[in-house]
Protein backbone atom coordinates (compact mmCIF):
# COMPACT_ATOMS: atom_id res chain seq x y z
CA UNK A 1 0.00 0.00 0.00
CA UNK A 2 3.28 2.23 0.30
CA UNK A 3 2.53 3.95 -3.34
CA UNK A 4 -1.10 4.88 -2.04
CA UNK A 5 -0.51 6.25 1.25
CA UNK A 6 -2.70 8.72 2.36
CA UNK A 7 -0.98 12.50 2.46
CA UNK A 8 0.29 13.34 6.25
CA UNK A 9 -1.32 16.25 7.55
CA UNK A 10 0.60 17.31 10.81
CA UNK A 11 4.23 17.56 9.50
CA UNK A 12 6.43 20.48 9.73
CA UNK A 13 6.69 21.63 5.89
CA UNK A 14 2.78 21.35 5.57
CA UNK A 15 2.24 23.48 8.76
CA UNK A 16 2.10 26.64 6.93
CA UNK A 17 -0.55 25.55 4.94
CA UNK A 18 -2.90 24.03 7.51
CA UNK A 19 -2.78 26.88 10.13
CA UNK A 20 -4.50 28.78 7.55
CA UNK A 21 -6.37 25.50 6.26
CA UNK A 22 -7.65 24.70 10.05
CA UNK A 23 -9.08 28.32 10.21
CA UNK A 24 -11.54 28.22 7.16
CA UNK A 25 -12.01 24.56 8.40
CA UNK A 26 -12.80 24.72 11.68
CA UNK A 27 -16.03 27.43 11.06
CA UNK A 28 -17.45 24.30 9.10
CA UNK A 29 -17.63 22.99 13.14
CA UNK A 30 -20.00 20.28 13.83
CA UNK A 31 -23.42 21.47 11.77
CA UNK A 32 -21.39 20.74 8.05
CA UNK A 33 -22.69 18.62 5.92
CA UNK A 34 -20.36 18.06 2.97
CA UNK A 35 -16.97 17.82 2.63
CA UNK A 36 -14.25 20.61 1.14
CA UNK A 37 -14.98 21.78 -2.56
CA UNK A 38 -14.68 20.18 -5.84
CA UNK A 39 -15.14 22.62 -8.04
CA UNK A 40 -12.41 20.79 -10.09
CA UNK A 41 -15.22 18.53 -11.26
CA UNK A 42 -15.09 15.29 -12.89
CA UNK A 43 -12.03 13.13 -11.80
CA UNK A 44 -9.71 13.89 -9.13
CA UNK A 45 -9.04 9.48 -8.03
CA UNK A 46 -6.68 8.98 -4.94
CA UNK A 47 -7.45 6.42 -2.51
CA UNK A 48 -9.68 6.86 0.41
CA UNK A 49 -8.71 5.04 3.39
CA UNK A 50 -11.46 5.23 6.48
CA UNK A 51 -11.15 3.96 10.16
CA UNK A 52 -13.93 2.03 11.12
CA UNK A 53 -15.46 1.76 14.63
CA UNK A 54 -15.36 -1.77 14.97
CA UNK A 55 -14.96 -5.40 13.35
CA UNK A 56 -15.22 -5.45 9.78
CA UNK A 57 -18.53 -7.46 8.30
CA UNK A 58 -18.49 -10.66 6.16
CA UNK A 59 -18.57 -9.60 2.78
CA UNK A 60 -21.40 -12.65 1.35
CA UNK A 61 -24.44 -9.99 0.22
CA UNK A 62 -26.57 -9.93 3.27
CA UNK A 63 -24.91 -11.92 5.91
CA UNK A 64 -22.77 -8.84 7.09
CA UNK A 65 -22.33 -9.47 11.29
CA UNK A 66 -21.13 -5.94 11.87
CA UNK A 67 -24.09 -4.04 12.35
CA UNK A 68 -24.96 -1.09 9.89
CA UNK A 69 -21.62 0.49 9.94
CA UNK A 70 -20.44 -2.64 7.71
CA UNK A 71 -23.13 -2.45 5.56
CA UNK A 72 -22.28 1.55 4.76
CA UNK A 73 -19.13 1.13 4.19
CA UNK A 74 -18.69 -2.00 2.60
CA UNK A 75 -21.61 -4.21 1.41
CA UNK A 76 -23.46 -0.68 -0.32
CA UNK A 77 -20.64 0.01 -2.08
CA UNK A 78 -19.93 -3.80 -3.01
CA UNK A 79 -23.42 -4.69 -4.19
CA UNK A 80 -27.06 -2.99 -4.96
CA UNK A 81 -30.44 -4.11 -4.31
CA UNK A 82 -33.33 -3.61 -6.72
CA UNK A 83 -33.98 -0.08 -4.79
CA UNK A 84 -31.10 2.10 -3.07
CA UNK A 85 -31.49 5.32 -0.78
CA UNK A 86 -30.99 8.50 -2.49
CA UNK A 87 -28.32 10.37 -0.50
CA UNK A 88 -27.06 13.17 -2.88
CA UNK A 89 -30.02 15.06 -2.42
CA UNK A 90 -31.96 17.01 0.16
CA UNK A 91 -29.80 16.02 2.83
CA UNK A 92 -31.95 18.63 5.34
CA UNK A 93 -34.26 15.79 5.39
CA UNK A 94 -34.28 11.84 5.28
CA UNK A 95 -33.82 10.11 2.65
CA UNK A 96 -36.32 8.89 -0.09
CA UNK A 97 -36.17 5.36 -1.63
CA UNK A 98 -35.62 5.54 -5.51
CA UNK A 99 -34.41 2.62 -8.26
CA UNK A 100 -31.46 1.24 -8.46
CA UNK A 101 -31.13 -2.25 -10.28
CA UNK A 102 -34.91 -1.85 -10.84
CA UNK A 103 -35.48 1.61 -12.69
CA UNK A 104 -39.48 1.71 -11.54
CA UNK A 105 -42.25 -0.47 -10.31
CA UNK A 106 -45.90 -0.64 -9.05
CA UNK A 107 -47.76 -2.45 -6.72
CA UNK A 108 -51.51 -4.18 -8.19
CA UNK A 109 -54.91 -3.09 -6.47
CA UNK A 110 -54.41 -6.11 -4.39
CA UNK A 111 -51.63 -4.31 -2.69
CA UNK A 112 -49.43 -7.81 -2.46
CA UNK A 113 -48.18 -7.80 -6.33
CA UNK A 114 -45.59 -6.29 -6.71
CA UNK A 115 -43.82 -5.73 -10.66
CA UNK A 116 -40.51 -4.21 -10.94
CA UNK A 117 -38.95 -2.71 -13.74
CA UNK A 118 -35.21 -3.88 -14.40
CA UNK A 119 -32.61 -1.83 -15.36
CA UNK A 120 -30.54 -2.01 -18.62
CA UNK A 121 -27.54 -2.78 -19.39
CA UNK A 122 -26.14 -2.91 -16.48
CA UNK A 123 -23.25 -5.74 -15.48
CA UNK A 124 -21.83 -7.09 -12.78
CA UNK A 125 -17.82 -6.43 -11.59
CA UNK A 126 -16.77 -9.51 -13.73
CA UNK A 127 -18.53 -8.49 -16.61
CA UNK A 128 -21.25 -10.89 -16.92
CA UNK A 129 -24.68 -9.20 -17.13
CA UNK A 130 -27.19 -8.36 -14.90
CA UNK A 131 -30.95 -9.07 -15.77
CA UNK A 132 -34.24 -11.19 -14.01
CA UNK A 133 -32.43 -14.67 -13.77
CA UNK A 134 -29.39 -12.83 -11.92
CA UNK A 135 -32.64 -11.78 -9.61
CA UNK A 136 -34.68 -14.95 -8.76
CA UNK A 137 -30.81 -16.87 -8.63
CA UNK A 138 -30.49 -14.36 -5.53
CA UNK A 139 -33.55 -14.74 -4.13
CA UNK A 140 -33.18 -18.79 -4.43
CA UNK A 141 -30.05 -18.81 -2.81
CA UNK A 142 -31.91 -16.80 0.42
CA UNK A 143 -34.85 -18.17 0.35
CA UNK A 144 -35.44 -21.49 -1.25
CA UNK A 145 -33.45 -24.03 1.00
CA UNK A 146 -33.45 -26.65 -2.36
CA UNK A 147 -30.82 -24.18 -3.71
CA UNK A 148 -27.19 -25.35 -4.30
CA UNK A 149 -25.85 -22.17 -2.90
CA UNK A 150 -28.54 -21.49 0.26
CA UNK A 151 -27.19 -21.76 3.25
CA UNK A 152 -28.64 -21.71 7.00
CA UNK A 153 -26.47 -18.28 7.50
CA UNK A 154 -27.84 -16.41 4.21
CA UNK A 155 -31.45 -17.48 5.08
CA UNK A 156 -31.56 -16.09 8.48
CA UNK A 157 -29.90 -12.93 7.65
CA UNK A 158 -31.94 -12.49 5.13
CA UNK A 159 -35.41 -12.87 6.80
CA UNK A 160 -35.10 -9.28 8.19
CA UNK A 161 -36.08 -7.76 4.65
CA UNK A 162 -36.65 -10.57 2.50
CA UNK A 163 -38.96 -12.44 4.87
CA UNK A 164 -41.93 -11.37 3.76
CA UNK A 165 -41.62 -12.20 0.09
CA UNK A 166 -44.23 -15.33 -0.60
CA UNK A 167 -43.47 -15.43 -4.08
CA UNK A 168 -41.09 -14.75 -7.15
CA UNK A 169 -41.22 -14.87 -10.57
CA UNK A 170 -39.80 -13.25 -13.88
CA UNK A 171 -42.40 -12.03 -16.35
CA UNK A 172 -39.36 -11.59 -19.00
CA UNK A 173 -35.70 -10.50 -19.30
CA UNK A 174 -36.46 -7.12 -17.85
CA UNK A 175 -39.22 -7.94 -15.55
CA UNK A 176 -40.02 -9.70 -12.47
CA UNK A 177 -42.97 -10.41 -10.03
CA UNK A 178 -42.70 -10.39 -6.56
CA UNK A 179 -45.88 -11.00 -4.30
CA UNK A 180 -45.50 -10.30 -0.32
CA UNK A 181 -47.20 -12.41 2.01
CA UNK A 182 -49.63 -9.41 3.30
CA UNK A 183 -49.48 -5.74 2.07
CA UNK A 184 -46.42 -4.17 2.66
CA UNK A 185 -46.38 -0.33 2.33
CA UNK A 186 -42.11 -0.36 2.70
CA UNK A 187 -41.85 -3.19 0.58
CA UNK A 188 -39.64 -0.57 -1.73
CA UNK A 189 -37.16 0.58 1.07
CA UNK A 190 -36.76 -3.47 2.39
CA UNK A 191 -35.49 -4.12 -1.04
CA UNK A 192 -32.60 -1.64 -1.24
CA UNK A 193 -31.24 -4.26 1.72
CA UNK A 194 -31.45 -7.64 -0.17
CA UNK A 195 -28.51 -7.29 -2.26
CA UNK A 196 -28.03 -8.77 -5.63
CA UNK A 197 -24.94 -10.90 -6.23
CA UNK A 198 -22.98 -11.92 -9.69
CA UNK A 199 -24.29 -15.41 -10.28
CA UNK A 200 -20.89 -16.37 -12.00
CA UNK A 201 -19.29 -15.39 -9.38
CA UNK A 202 -21.21 -17.50 -6.37
CA UNK A 203 -21.60 -20.21 -8.72
CA UNK A 204 -17.68 -20.10 -9.34
CA UNK A 205 -16.59 -19.55 -5.59
CA UNK A 206 -19.65 -21.77 -3.90
CA UNK A 207 -21.65 -20.21 -1.23
CA UNK A 208 -19.11 -20.87 1.16
CA UNK A 209 -16.50 -19.44 -0.03
CA UNK A 210 -18.24 -16.33 -2.16
CA UNK A 211 -17.27 -13.88 0.72
CA UNK A 212 -13.52 -13.95 0.07
CA UNK A 213 -13.99 -13.23 -3.72
CA UNK A 214 -17.57 -11.17 -3.71
CA UNK A 215 -19.23 -9.69 -6.88
CA UNK A 216 -22.10 -6.94 -7.14
CA UNK A 217 -23.12 -4.13 -9.43
CA UNK A 218 -21.85 -1.55 -7.00
CA UNK A 219 -19.94 1.52 -7.11
CA UNK A 220 -16.99 -0.68 -5.66
CA UNK A 221 -14.92 -4.01 -6.84
CA UNK A 222 -13.80 -5.92 -3.87
CA UNK A 223 -9.95 -6.38 -4.17
CA UNK A 224 -8.49 -7.84 -1.37
CA UNK A 225 -8.85 -8.46 2.49
CA UNK A 226 -7.65 -9.35 5.80
CA UNK A 227 -10.73 -10.82 7.46
CA UNK A 228 -12.26 -8.56 9.61
CA UNK A 229 -9.48 -6.17 9.70
CA UNK A 230 -8.95 -4.43 6.55
CA UNK A 231 -10.75 -4.65 3.27
CA UNK A 232 -9.61 -3.19 -0.45
CA UNK A 233 -11.97 -2.20 -2.94
CA UNK A 234 -11.29 -0.58 -6.51
CA UNK A 235 -13.69 1.96 -8.29
CA UNK A 236 -15.91 -0.10 -11.05
CA UNK A 237 -15.00 2.02 -13.77
CA UNK A 238 -17.95 0.46 -15.17
CA UNK A 239 -20.53 1.06 -13.06
CA UNK A 240 -24.52 2.55 -14.23
CA UNK A 241 -24.45 5.41 -12.30
CA UNK A 242 -21.02 6.84 -13.81
CA UNK A 243 -17.23 5.28 -12.31
CA UNK A 244 -16.72 6.73 -8.70
CA UNK A 245 -14.19 9.89 -8.20
CA UNK A 246 -12.42 7.74 -6.24
CA UNK A 247 -9.46 5.13 -7.64
CA UNK A 248 -9.44 3.00 -4.21
CA UNK A 249 -11.41 2.57 -1.03
CA UNK A 250 -9.85 1.08 2.21
CA UNK A 251 -11.82 0.44 5.31
CA UNK A 252 -9.64 -0.69 7.94
CA UNK A 253 -10.90 -1.91 11.54
CA UNK A 254 -10.20 0.67 14.35
CA UNK A 255 -12.77 0.16 17.49
CA UNK A 256 -10.42 2.10 19.61
CA UNK A 257 -11.38 5.78 19.31
CA UNK A 258 -7.48 6.64 20.54
CA UNK A 259 -6.20 4.97 17.45
CA UNK A 260 -8.87 6.48 15.05
CA UNK A 261 -7.51 9.73 16.27
CA UNK A 262 -3.79 8.57 16.37
CA UNK A 263 -4.38 7.15 12.51
CA UNK A 264 -5.97 10.11 11.42
CA UNK A 265 -2.98 12.62 13.01
CA UNK A 266 0.04 10.16 11.73
CA UNK A 267 -2.04 9.69 7.76
CA UNK A 268 -2.26 6.42 8.67
CA UNK A 269 -5.97 6.68 7.27
CA UNK A 270 -7.54 9.83 5.82
CA UNK A 271 -11.38 9.32 6.99
CA UNK A 272 -12.29 8.18 10.87
CA UNK A 273 -16.02 7.34 11.80
CA UNK A 274 -17.04 8.51 14.98
CA UNK A 275 -14.01 10.45 16.26
CA UNK A 276 -13.92 11.23 20.23
CA UNK A 277 -15.92 14.46 21.05
CA UNK A 278 -12.78 15.00 23.36
CA UNK A 279 -10.60 15.27 20.43
CA UNK A 280 -12.61 17.43 17.76
CA UNK A 281 -11.04 20.61 18.54
CA UNK A 282 -7.25 19.16 18.14
CA UNK A 283 -8.25 17.68 15.02
CA UNK A 284 -9.91 21.11 13.33
CA UNK A 285 -6.89 22.90 14.93
CA UNK A 286 -5.01 20.34 12.55
CA UNK A 287 -6.99 21.04 9.77
CA UNK A 288 -9.42 17.95 9.71
CA UNK A 289 -13.02 18.40 8.26
CA UNK A 290 -15.37 17.86 10.90
CA UNK A 291 -18.94 16.84 9.27
CA UNK A 292 -22.08 15.80 11.38
CA UNK A 293 -26.07 15.43 10.21
CA UNK A 294 -28.82 14.82 12.25
CA UNK A 295 -30.00 11.05 11.61
CA UNK A 296 -32.50 8.47 12.63
CA UNK A 297 -30.61 7.09 15.72
CA UNK A 298 -31.37 6.48 19.37
CA UNK A 299 -28.69 5.60 21.73
CA UNK A 300 -30.75 3.90 24.95
CA UNK A 301 -30.97 1.15 27.33
CA UNK A 302 -33.41 -1.02 26.92
CA UNK A 303 -34.97 -2.10 30.44
CA UNK A 304 -36.73 -5.92 31.18
CA UNK A 305 -39.93 -4.63 31.67
CA UNK A 306 -41.24 -7.50 33.26
CA UNK A 307 -38.01 -7.79 35.51
CA UNK A 308 -38.30 -5.99 39.35
CA UNK A 309 -38.91 -2.37 39.52
CA UNK A 310 -38.99 -2.06 35.77
CA UNK A 311 -41.81 -4.06 35.72
CA UNK A 312 -43.64 -0.60 37.03
CA UNK A 313 -44.24 2.01 34.41
CA UNK A 314 -43.50 4.70 37.01
CA UNK A 315 -40.23 3.64 37.63
CA UNK A 316 -39.28 3.38 34.05
CA UNK A 317 -40.77 7.13 33.46
CA UNK A 318 -38.37 8.20 36.65
CA UNK A 319 -35.55 7.12 35.42
CA UNK A 320 -35.65 9.09 32.43
CA UNK A 321 -36.33 12.35 34.37
CA UNK A 322 -33.70 11.71 36.48
CA UNK A 323 -30.90 11.76 33.58
CA UNK A 324 -29.52 15.07 32.55
CA UNK A 325 -29.65 14.01 29.21
CA UNK A 326 -29.05 18.17 27.80
CA UNK A 327 -25.36 17.56 30.04
CA UNK A 328 -24.74 13.96 28.24
CA UNK A 329 -24.78 15.31 24.72
CA UNK A 330 -23.63 18.91 25.61
CA UNK A 331 -20.46 18.45 27.82
CA UNK A 332 -19.36 14.54 27.14
CA UNK A 333 -20.23 14.25 23.58
CA UNK A 334 -19.39 18.24 22.87
CA UNK A 335 -22.78 18.61 20.50
CA UNK A 336 -21.84 15.18 18.26
CA UNK A 337 -25.10 14.54 19.63
CA UNK A 338 -28.85 15.86 20.73
CA UNK A 339 -30.60 15.10 24.31
CA UNK A 340 -33.68 12.27 23.38
CA UNK A 341 -36.63 13.48 25.72
CA UNK A 342 -38.65 11.10 23.85
CA UNK A 343 -38.48 7.76 22.04
CA UNK A 344 -38.87 9.07 18.21
CA UNK A 345 -35.69 10.25 16.96
CA UNK A 346 -35.38 13.84 15.80
CA UNK A 347 -34.03 13.49 12.29
CA UNK A 348 -37.63 11.07 11.06
CA UNK A 349 -40.88 12.13 10.35
CA UNK A 350 -42.29 10.52 13.55
CA UNK A 351 -40.79 12.58 15.39
CA UNK A 352 -43.16 15.40 16.98
CA UNK A 353 -41.25 18.63 18.98
CA UNK A 354 -44.67 18.41 21.36
CA UNK A 355 -43.78 14.87 22.84
CA UNK A 356 -40.43 16.08 24.21
CA UNK A 357 -41.28 14.79 27.42
CA UNK A 358 -38.41 13.74 29.56
CA UNK A 359 -36.41 17.23 30.72
CA UNK A 360 -33.74 16.62 34.11
CA UNK A 361 -36.59 16.31 37.13
CA UNK A 362 -34.56 14.67 39.56
CA UNK A 363 -37.66 16.00 42.43
CA UNK A 364 -39.98 14.33 39.71
CA UNK A 365 -37.95 11.35 39.38
CA UNK A 366 -38.40 10.67 43.66
CA UNK A 367 -41.77 11.71 43.72
CA UNK A 368 -42.20 8.50 41.29
CA UNK A 369 -40.10 6.16 42.42
CA UNK A 370 -42.06 7.12 45.95
CA UNK A 371 -45.67 6.12 44.58
CA UNK A 372 -43.79 2.92 42.87
CA UNK A 373 -42.94 1.86 46.45
CA UNK A 374 -39.31 2.80 45.94
CA UNK A 375 -38.88 5.84 48.13
CA UNK A 376 -35.02 4.62 49.32
CA UNK A 377 -34.44 3.80 45.45
CA UNK A 378 -32.93 0.29 44.41
CA UNK A 379 -30.35 -1.67 42.54
CA UNK A 380 -30.13 -2.78 39.63
CA UNK A 381 -27.75 -3.58 36.31
CA UNK A 382 -26.59 -2.96 32.79
CA UNK A 383 -24.70 -4.82 30.19
CA UNK A 384 -22.80 -1.90 27.94
CA UNK A 385 -20.68 -2.78 24.65
CA UNK A 386 -16.77 -1.37 24.91
CA UNK A 387 -17.83 0.55 21.56
CA UNK A 388 -19.33 -0.75 18.19
CA UNK A 389 -21.37 0.75 14.99
CA UNK A 390 -23.26 4.00 16.43
CA UNK A 391 -22.72 3.08 20.06
CA UNK A 392 -20.80 6.45 20.32
CA UNK A 393 -19.03 6.77 23.87
CA UNK A 394 -21.03 4.18 25.18
CA UNK A 395 -19.02 3.13 28.93
CA UNK A 396 -18.71 6.83 29.39
CA UNK A 397 -22.05 7.66 28.95
CA UNK A 398 -23.44 5.15 30.56
CA UNK A 399 -21.05 6.23 33.78
CA UNK A 400 -22.38 9.45 33.64
CA UNK A 401 -26.31 8.23 33.52
CA UNK A 402 -24.63 6.10 36.80
CA UNK A 403 -24.26 9.27 38.50
CA UNK A 404 -27.68 10.86 37.75
CA UNK A 405 -29.71 7.92 38.68
CA UNK A 406 -27.82 7.33 41.82
CA UNK A 407 -28.73 11.06 43.04
CA UNK A 408 -32.37 9.40 42.74
CA UNK A 409 -31.47 6.28 44.51
CA UNK A 410 -31.39 4.22 41.77
CA UNK A 411 -27.78 2.18 42.23
CA UNK A 412 -26.66 1.18 39.09
CA UNK A 413 -23.75 -1.75 38.54
CA UNK A 414 -22.49 -1.56 35.17
CA UNK A 415 -20.88 -4.77 33.09
CA UNK A 416 -19.51 -4.41 30.14
CA UNK A 417 -18.76 -6.37 26.70
CA UNK A 418 -17.70 -6.24 23.79
CA UNK A 419 -20.27 -5.61 20.68
CA UNK A 420 -20.62 -8.65 18.93
CA UNK A 421 -21.33 -10.37 22.07
CA UNK A 422 -23.72 -8.07 22.96
CA UNK A 423 -25.69 -8.27 19.83
CA UNK A 424 -25.44 -12.39 19.36
CA UNK A 425 -26.76 -12.39 22.94
CA UNK A 426 -29.44 -10.67 21.98
CA UNK A 427 -30.09 -12.24 18.34
CA UNK A 428 -30.91 -15.23 20.70
CA UNK A 429 -33.18 -13.60 23.21
CA UNK A 430 -30.77 -13.46 25.69
CA UNK A 431 -29.08 -10.77 27.53
CA UNK A 432 -25.36 -10.69 28.08
CA UNK A 433 -23.91 -11.08 31.13
CA UNK A 434 -27.41 -11.48 32.68
CA UNK A 435 -27.85 -7.78 33.49
CA UNK A 436 -31.61 -6.21 33.86
CA UNK A 437 -30.57 -3.98 31.15
CA UNK A 438 -29.09 -3.46 27.54
CA UNK A 439 -27.41 -0.38 26.66
CA UNK A 440 -27.39 -0.34 22.49
CA UNK A 441 -27.87 2.29 19.77
CA UNK A 442 -30.96 1.89 17.13
CA UNK A 443 -31.77 2.87 13.88
CA UNK A 444 -35.18 2.75 14.12
CA UNK A 445 -36.95 4.24 11.16
CA UNK A 446 -33.96 4.02 8.29
CA UNK A 447 -35.26 0.60 7.64
CA UNK A 448 -38.97 0.25 8.72
CA UNK A 449 -39.20 -3.64 8.60
CA UNK A 450 -36.98 -3.46 12.10
CA UNK A 451 -39.34 -1.69 14.12
CA UNK A 452 -41.35 -4.49 15.13
CA UNK A 453 -38.20 -6.32 16.00
CA UNK A 454 -37.24 -3.16 18.19
CA UNK A 455 -40.94 -2.52 19.52
CA UNK A 456 -43.30 -5.30 18.48
CA UNK A 457 -44.69 -7.71 21.36
CA UNK A 458 -43.47 -10.82 19.20
CA UNK A 459 -40.07 -10.04 18.14
CA UNK A 460 -37.40 -12.96 18.18
CA UNK A 461 -34.90 -10.18 19.88
CA UNK A 462 -34.94 -9.86 23.37
CA UNK A 463 -36.46 -6.10 23.62
CA UNK A 464 -37.03 -6.04 27.69
CA UNK A 465 -40.56 -8.05 27.03
CA UNK A 466 -42.57 -4.35 26.02
CA UNK A 467 -45.42 -5.51 25.10
CA UNK A 468 -48.42 -3.25 23.81
CA UNK A 469 -50.86 -4.70 21.87
CA UNK A 470 -51.56 -0.50 20.66
CA UNK A 471 -48.14 -0.37 19.37
CA UNK A 472 -48.77 -3.55 17.77
CA UNK A 473 -51.96 -2.77 15.95
CA UNK A 474 -49.98 0.88 14.99
CA UNK A 475 -47.41 -0.52 13.22
CA UNK A 476 -49.08 -3.39 11.67
CA UNK A 477 -51.98 -1.03 9.88
CA UNK A 478 -48.85 1.44 8.96
CA UNK A 479 -46.52 -1.23 7.58
CA UNK A 480 -49.47 -2.38 5.46
CA UNK A 481 -50.33 0.89 3.97
CA UNK A 482 -48.40 2.10 0.54
CA UNK A 483 -48.97 5.72 1.43
CA UNK A 484 -45.47 7.02 2.92
CA UNK A 485 -47.54 10.04 4.64
CA UNK A 486 -50.13 7.96 6.24
CA UNK A 487 -47.23 5.20 7.75
CA UNK A 488 -45.52 8.40 9.26
CA UNK A 489 -48.42 9.89 11.19
CA UNK A 490 -49.18 6.07 12.22
CA UNK A 491 -45.96 5.44 13.49
CA UNK A 492 -45.68 9.12 15.29
CA UNK A 493 -48.85 7.86 17.62
CA UNK A 494 -47.14 4.86 17.98
CA UNK A 495 -43.84 6.42 19.17
CA UNK A 496 -45.61 8.60 21.38
CA UNK A 497 -47.42 5.71 23.18
CA UNK A 498 -43.78 4.06 23.31
CA UNK A 499 -42.50 7.26 25.46
CA UNK A 500 -45.36 7.22 27.85
CA UNK A 501 -44.55 3.55 28.56
CA UNK A 502 -40.99 4.32 29.01
CA UNK A 503 -40.15 0.74 28.25
CA UNK A 504 -36.38 2.30 27.06
CA UNK A 505 -33.99 4.97 28.98
CA UNK A 506 -34.06 7.43 26.19
CA UNK A 507 -30.61 9.01 26.14
CA UNK A 508 -29.12 11.14 23.14
CA UNK A 509 -30.00 11.13 19.24
CA UNK A 510 -26.35 10.70 16.98
CA UNK A 511 -25.40 13.44 14.55
CA UNK A 512 -22.93 10.86 12.92
CA UNK A 513 -19.49 12.65 13.37
CA UNK A 514 -17.12 11.69 10.96
CA UNK A 515 -13.19 13.56 10.91
CA UNK A 516 -11.66 13.62 7.90
CA UNK A 517 -8.15 15.26 6.47
CA UNK A 518 -8.29 18.67 4.13
CA UNK A 519 -7.27 16.16 1.03
CA UNK A 520 -10.90 14.30 0.99
CA UNK A 521 -13.13 16.67 -0.77
CA UNK A 522 -17.16 16.30 -2.50
CA UNK A 523 -18.57 14.01 0.54
CA UNK A 524 -22.09 14.75 0.47
CA UNK A 525 -23.35 13.55 4.68
CA UNK A 526 -27.27 12.99 4.42
CA UNK A 527 -29.66 12.54 7.34
CA UNK A 528 -28.88 9.07 7.17
CA UNK A 529 -26.66 6.23 8.51
CA UNK A 530 -25.65 5.24 4.55
CA UNK A 531 -23.55 7.37 2.57
CA UNK A 532 -22.91 7.58 -1.37
CA UNK A 533 -19.28 7.55 -1.54
CA UNK A 534 -19.52 8.18 -5.48
CA UNK A 535 -18.75 11.65 -5.00
CA UNK A 536 -15.29 11.80 -2.86
CA UNK A 537 -12.12 12.39 -4.03
CA UNK A 538 -8.48 12.94 -2.60
CA UNK A 539 -5.79 15.13 -3.54
CA UNK A 540 -4.92 18.70 -3.14
Not at 189 to 210: C, M, Q, W, Y
Not at 221 to 242: H, I, M
Not at 465 to 470: G, I, T
Request: net charge negative.
Amino acid sequence: MTEHAPRRFRTARAAAALASAAVLLAATGCASTSAGSDAAGGGGGGTLVIGATGKLPNLDTVIGGAGFEGKRLLSFQIYEGLTRYELLKDTDKPPQVTGALAESWQVAPDNVTWTFTLRKGVKFQDGTAFDADAVLFNLHRYLDKSSPEYTDALGAAAKEYAGDIASYRKTDDTHVELVTSGPNGHFPEDLAHVLIASPTAVRKTGSANFSQHPVGTGPFAFSSQTEGQQVDLVANKDYWRGAPKLERLVVKALPDPAARTAALRSGGVNWIEYPNPDDLDSLKASGAQILSNSYDHLWYWILDTTKGPWADVRVRQAANYAIDRQAIATNLLHGTADPAFQAAPRATAAYDPSDDRYGHDPAKAKQLLAEAGYPDGFSTSVTVPTGGSGNLLPVPITEALQRDLAAVGIKVEIRTTDWTTLIGAEAKGEVALGSDAIAQSTTLFQSEALLPLFLGSKSPFWTGHYASPKVDELLSTAAANPDRTARQAAYRTALRQVTEDAPWLFVVNDRNPRALAPTVHGLVQPQSWFLDLTTVRVGK
